[in-house]
DNA sequence: TTAAAAAATTGACCTATGGTAATAAAATTA
DNA sequence: TAATTTTATTACCATAGGTCAATTTTTTAA
């Protein structure tokens, strides 16, 4: 098939594959359709997939011994998401995913990865570069969570990413900030009294 | 050379690599000795290198608007350390990195690292593996600072890094956990009274 | 389009951790 | 080993953010 009628060109964006491994790759994917409410994964399942949102908003999250929630990320078009710990290595997973808007899906496993890094260079390099760059965004929010107020980083947020504000609710911005939602909820007040 | 005689047998354990890679490999790879006390990176410059740590202890801070160190990672025998949001991009560094103990340590540039990724795939599998490894790490402190309580994130820093207390002052510790150093030690004694 | 459920806000009070300052202990250095 | 500097501890008070409970607003579904 065609590289520009493809789902890989926007998966893939910037990456030109030799005709013959096109439909390999394409043969790796697979589409899932999702409606808001569903789980992609629980704790404890084993972790075989990494997903593409392609449309939709989906979020990870722990539960800790309270019960307690914590969102660890959202994604919306373009950004992959998994449990990454479990999905690098052999233990069970410990977030759960949640659709929070309609979603769209491609999914790739574990398996067929190694399987395609071992075809093409060119796919090794682009998701280790993905790494990087998720790797330099959890190390701004470690930064973040050590240095800024509630306030700050909550500001930061909605400027980082407007896109994903519009999708979820308040309660789930407050659990990725780490703070209460009636925490948040002051916070906003404070912040349309400026 | 021989590549169990080689400093390569400890950095890359595992990969066994063609004699004809081996001295180019260690052609890259350049000696640093440094003292405590001295500082491997300032915030604002460039960051062309990644540290191999072989001995000694390391660690990165960032140093927030109000003039406070926020510590981000500590790095003993057999970690890799860098400022890696700045190495994986073209900003200037945002973290300053400092000898704790005498250190004897491996650089390798940028630009060698991109050279040896299209000589070798071992070596960028290699990267990635880590690379996986770090961000899960990260993935579990933020959580661990999301649902944690300050007491628990030492406790469990201790049993984490036993080896990386004995090299570090306590308020590098408070400092990594996100507490003043005057919390941390009402912690400590809490925990003697235990 | 209305009823029910879910989410957000607000107020009163509480708690974990921070700030300051003084002292003690430990580590350097002369 | 004595002197000096650095680090850690302690006490007292301050505050950001948490908890609980009531209410209002928004969303969803009948």
Chains 1, 2 share one sequence.
């Not at 796919?123 to 965004?137: C, D, H, P, V």
């Not at 309660?171 to 400026?194: F, V």
Request: with cysteine; aromatic share 14%.
């Amino acid at each position: 098939m065609d590289q520009n009628n493809s789902i890989l060109s926007e998966i893939f964006k910037g990456i030109s594959f030799p005709n013959n491994e096109i439909d390999l790759i394409e043969s790796k994917l697979e589409t899932i359709n999702l409606k808001k409410g569903d789980t992609l994964l629980r704790a404890d399942e084993t972790v075989l997939y990494q997903y593409y949102v392609y449309k939709g908003c989906i979020r990870t999250y722990y539960i800790d011994k309270y019960g307690k929630e914590h969102t660890l990320q959202f994604a919306i078009n373009d950004w992959w998401i998994s449990d990454y710990t479990a999905f690098f290595s052999t233990e069970k997973a410990i977030m759960h995913i949640e659709v929070l808007q309609d979603a769209e899906l491609y999914r790739i496993s574990k398996k067929d990865m190694e399987i395609l890094f071992t075809e093409t260079t060119q796919l090794e390099t682009f998701f280790r570069k993905k790494m990087e760059k998720a790797f330099a965004s959890f190390q701004k929010r470690i930064l973040s969570n050590l240095a800024a107020s509630a306030k700050e980083r909550y500001v930061s947020f909605r400027t980082t990413y407007p896109n994903i504000e519009q999708n979820v609710k308040n309660y789930h911005i407050a659990s990725y900030l780490g703070i209460t939602t009636e925490s948040l909820s002051r916070i906003r007040k404070e912040l349309t009294q400026d």
